[in-house]
């Protein structure tokens, strides 16, 4: 029951934002002088609605967004009313329509900021300046986590799919290839720093999961820091299959395991002060501005591994999810009881939404904005050129482009959203 509650929770913020984002374009536009004729919240037949001055709000009832009617948006609208001609959009200074047409990302980027802030001073904020992948940790100190248990691959493979699975999903020593961790037993432990392994001197953790993998199998040497000591311990390294470091789903070969993996004395959460949490939350939100960026630009080669997730193949978590995957993940968040996941993937979603709405794509914000300041720059150099002013440019001559965009976008939404029903994301093992 909280797995559905919590996805229809955060179904509801995702509808709300959406809402929110077309309010931007109406109050801006207003403020503006344009004219808004329909405000709604939906999309198909109407539920309900009303009429507040020269505006009609209403419900509609297919809950997937919203939508704002600004007359004149473009010259080529045919709709105007003589009479409101010269309330028309495309008839404002290209600075106004710049404002109204960036609003709605406007709100996205401010929802994303509130909700950072109050995660900052009640559960706080992850640490930005951790490593936020195996690749990252690999210049980061020696230190390690020792787990308390080991899956031997190498064991695994020899039983059956079901045995496999459940080696997979659980790990108790003694049964389905599972053993007590080397370094466990060799009695390292968490926090610990190493400095060399066997005659190789290690200086961060890359290194030493290098010298790890290099060694023989069998009794080696460690040298260990801690608390402030030197101690040397010997590891009774055994071979196992691993996948190369820089390569996790490359071809697997036997390497030497000690059964650690990387770990910090560093908080992973930081909780901040009313004031603090103003300076952490704009950090955090540009660390996702970034990170958005990144990943909509491995958008592209994303798209076979979600096609093959669809067909069978195991599912990359670092694959694009759609409102349905991400509704999902915030009812697994409410059902383990970690409410700070929840806010985290809502304020991501918002930054990441807002970024996209700006691209320079038709029917997009950005690609109005685009055409808009293009006309600008154009007729001041027609002008500098002495030259008759070329005019608007014809929406109808992008028409083919932006059915481009619109069938593009459609089709992947509809292959995430098929991937996420199919075969979805789960952060919660």
Same mark, same amino acid.
């Given at each position: ?84 001609? +010269? ?47 195996? #690749? ?58 190493? /400095? ?120 990359? +978590? ?41 691209? +320079? ?28 002013? +070329? ?19 459609? #089709?992947?939404?509809?292959?995430? #959203? /098929? ?11």
């Amino acid at each position: 029951m909280l797995f559905w509650l919590g996805a229809a929770a955060f179904a509801l913020t995702i509808l709300v934002s959406v809402s929110l984002h077309e309010l931007g374009h109406m109050i801006t536009g207003k403020r503006f002088g344009m004219k808004v004729t329909q405000y709604f919240v939906g999309f198909g037949p109407t539920i309900f609605s009303f009429k507040r001055g020269e505006t009609e709000y209403g419900l509609k009832a297919i809950p997937l967004g919203g939508f704002c009617k600004i007359v004149g948006m473009t010259p080529q609208d045919d709709d105007v009313l003589p009479e409101d001609q +010269p309330r028309a959009m495309w008839r404002f200074p290209v600075w106004k329509r710049t404002i109204v047409m960036s609003a709605g990302s406007i709100t996205h980027f401010l929802l994303a900021l509130a909700g950072a802030w109050v995660m900052a001073v009640s559960v706080g904020l992850p640490n930005i300046h951790l490593p936020q992948s195996n #690749a990252d940790q690999r210049s980061y100190p020696a230190m390690i986590h020792v787990g308390d248990c080991l899956s031997v691959q190498t064991e695994v493979k020899k039983l059956d799919a079901a045995a496999q699975k459940t080696a997979t999903e659980t790990c108790v020593p003694g049964t389905n290839g599972a053993i007590v961790p080397p370094a466990k037993t060799a009695g390292l432990q968490d926090l610990d720093r190493i /400095t060399r392994v066997g005659t190789t001197p290690v200086a961060n953790y890359g290194q030493l999961t290098d010298a790890i993998r290099a060694s023989k199998a069998g009794p080696t040497e460690f040298e260990v820091i801690r608390d402030g000591q030197t101690k040397v311990l010997s590891v009774d390294l055994i071979s196992d299959e691993r996948a190369p470091v820089e390569d996790p789903k490359g071809a697997v070969s036997l390497v030497s395991v000690a059964g650690i993996s990387w770990d910090t004395d560093q908080p992973y959460v930081v909780q901040y002060g009313p004031l603090g949490a103003v300076k952490g939350s704009g950090e955090y939100g540009w660390y996702l501005v970034e990170n958005s960026f990144k990943a909509m630009g491995k958008i592209p080669q994303k798209i076979p591994a979600l096609w093959n997730s669809i067909t069978g193949d195991e599912r990359d +978590p670092d694959t694009p999810i759609s409102v349905i995957g991400a509704s999902r993940l915030g009812g697994e968040a409410i059902e383990k009881g970690v409410p700070e996941v929840f806010w985290q993937i809502f304020i991501s979603l918002n930054v990441f939404i807002g970024l996209f709405n700006l691209l +320079p794509l038709l029917p997009l914000d950005g690609g109005h904005i685009a055409i808009a300041w293009y006309e600008r720059v154009r007729s001041l150099l027609y002008r500098r050129l002495r030259r008759p002013d +070329p005019g608007r440019v014809d929406y109808y001559k992008l028409m083919p482009l932006t059915y481009a965009v619109i069938l593009i976008g459609g #089709a992947f939404t509809l292959l995430t #959203a /098929t991937a996420d029903i199919i075969n979805p994301i789960t952060i919660f093992k």
